[in-house]
């Protein structure tokens, strides 16, 4: 079973820096990821976009990421991180990522992370 994990979030200062990781697991070796997203929700709101990767080295962010978020990884499939620069306390959220992944023997399948907390102070 496919499962993805979110992982480097925590406190940090405004203006700092975090990144976040999404790491896959359950795919076996041979897998593509088809497309990521990574979501947040602060509390009492709905979950927001704020960054995606098509798979097809096209990148769209939120207005309000823009310039300051960058969706990357290093030459492979997996992790794919979210890197996060100065950072504002209304970024402080719960962060999710949410893929589109093919293995050979699931086909293509959906999954969401559980989510990992970032607080930025002022």
């Known amino acids: 079973q496919v499962q993805l994990e979110e992982s480097g979030g925590g406190l940090v200062q405004a203006g700092g820096s975090l990144r976040l990781a999404c790491t896959a697991s359950?795919?076996?070796?041979?897998?593509?990821?088809?497309?990521i997203n990574w979501y947040r929700q602060a509390p009492g709101t709905q979950r927001e976009l704020v960054a995606s990767d098509t798979g097809r080295g096209i990148t769209n962010y939120a207005d309000s990421v823009k310039g300051r978020f960058i969706i990357s990884r290093d030459n492979a499939e997996n992790p794919v991180y979210l890197e996060m620069r100065s950072l504002k306390p209304e970024d402080t959220a719960v962060y999710y990522c949410?893929?589109?992944?093919?293995?050979?023997?699931?086909?293509?399948?959906?999954?969401w992370g559980q989510g990992t907390q970032v607080t930025v102070s002022s």
């Open positions: 359950g795919t076996g070796r041979f897998f593509r990821i088809n497309y």
């Open positions: 949410n893929a589109n992944l093919w293995t050979p023997s699931t086909g293509s399948n959906t999954s």
